[in-house]
Structure formats: structure tokens, C-alpha cells
């Protein structure tokens, strides 16, 4: 059974002077053990698609169900911690917590033990390809693919298996997107997460292992 699915999903938006159906009635499994790149041109639905996803919201009409459930009839608060993880495009890290503080505090808000929530993150970090060094440092003294690095060993802390990213990119040069990529790519191929990259970068979409294009609200699997 896929992780994640969409069934006959609608989302509106409506003001005094229009209405805008944002998704258009699309379903889509999700599956554990791919990478999944959605691409499309602004306006096209991508974001509100991924909100639904992240639980930040929830269906006008249709359902999305983790493991066969609906978001809308679970805690959301709890789903957004322990089930799914997003990774953002500005990184979001605090600025004025160190490193090793920002992946420590999702644990610690969990009620992890700060001695061992320290020790996962270390672990966590150096899943991504950093050491030791950048521990004590804050976000500004690292490059922005060290950052991204950070923010995705900060998702890893959660045992969420569906990891979410917005742009993940965005903000990286060449060297960096590959790097960045190539973690996601082997988090799924080899952990068994289920990764969704919501990209406008084709260059990015076709690392991916399947690429849905969205269009006026609408999912298109490119085959």
C-alpha cells in the first residue's frame, strides 16, 4: 500500500470577486523507496499541492491519506512532527542556535533526553556529509549548501519515512544541487523514504525517479 495518497483531491480558493480551483480533482500514490519530482510553472497549483501534503491544510473535496488515513481525521500537529517532514528552500534554521542546537531542538520538543537527542543529531549530521566542525558554528558561517545539508539532518531526526521539499535547491550552485540531490536520491533508494521535490528546475526533476508535471491544478505523470 503507498505511504502517501491523493484521492480525488480539490482545493479551492474563493474570495468575494472569484473562485480558483487550485488542485483539480487529481489522485496519486506515493510509494516508499522513490523520489518523486513535481514540476510546473508558478501558479500552477505545486504549493498548494505540497501544503495538503504537509498537512498545513487540509482538502476542499477528496481526501490525502497516510497509510491509508485521512489527514483530516488525525492530529495534524502530531502528523507534521512524526510523520512528515518538509525541507524549505530558505532553509529555515534559527540564527541564533548554533549547528548541533538547531537538528537537537525538534528532538528535544519531542521529549527526547537533551543527552541523547545530541547524539542522534551528531549522527544525523554526519549522514549528510558534515563533521564535527560546523557543531559549535552558527547558520550565517556556513555556505548555503551546508545549510540545506544541516536542514535536511535536522528532517532526518523526525522518524518521519516522507520527506517533503520545496525548492530544496533554489538557492545552490551546480556543485551544491548535485550534492543536495544525490543525499535525497540515496535517503530514498537506500533508507526507504519516500522523497517529493516540488521543483521548477528540469535539471533537478529528472534526477528524479518518476516526474508528475502539474498544469491549471491538474497531476500529469510523464511517462
Not at 480533482?25 to 508558478?42: E, L, M, P, Q, R
Not at 549522527?123 to 559549535?136: H, N, P
Request: charged share 20%; aromatic share 6%.
Amino acid at each position: 500500500m503507498a505511504i502517501l495518497e491523493l484521492n480525488n483531491v480539490t482545493y479551492i480558493y474563493k474570495n468575494k470577486w472569484q473562485t480558483t480551483r487550485a488542485v483539480n480533482n487529481v489522485s496519486y500514490a506515493f510509494d516508499c523507496g522513490k523520489v518523486y519530482a513535481i514540476v510546473g510553472k508558478s501558479g500552477s497549483g505545486k504549493t498548494t499541492l505540497l501544503s495538503m501534503l504537509a498537512g498545513l491544510d487540509t482538502p476542499t473535496e477528496g481526501q490525502v491519506l497516510f497509510d491509508g488515513t485521512p489527514t483530516n481525521k488525525i492530529n495534524r500537529d502530531a502528523y507534521r512532527r512524526n510523520s512528515v517532514s518538509v525541507i524549505y528552500q530558505s532553509y529555515n534554521l534559527f540564527p541564533l542556535l548554533t549547528i548541533l542546537e538547531n537538528v537537537t531542538y525538534p528532538l528535544e520538543l519531542c521529549g527526547m533526553k537533551p543527552a541523547s537527542a545530541r547524539e542522534k543529531a551528531k549522527k544525523m549530521i554526519e549522514v549528510v556529509g558534515l563533521t564535527d566542525v560546523v557543531y559549535r558554528r552558527y547558520p550565517a558561517m556556513l555556505s548555503g549548501g551546508e545549510q540545506q545539508r544541516i536542514a535536511i539532518a535536522r528532517a532526518l531526526c523526525s522518524s518521519a519515512k516522507v520527506m517533503l521539499a520545496d525548492e530544496p535547491t533554489g538557492n545552490l550552485d551546480t556543485e551544491n544541487t548535485a550534492n543536495i540531490i544525490s543525499i535525497l536520491k540515496d535517503l530514498a533508494h537506500r533508507e526507504g523514504y519516500c522523497v517529493i521535490i516540488v521543483t521548477h528546475d528540469m535539471a533537478v526533476a529528472e534526477k528524479a525517479d518518476v516526474i508528475i508535471r502539474m498544469t491549471d491544478g491538474n497531476l500529469i505523470p510523464e511517462a
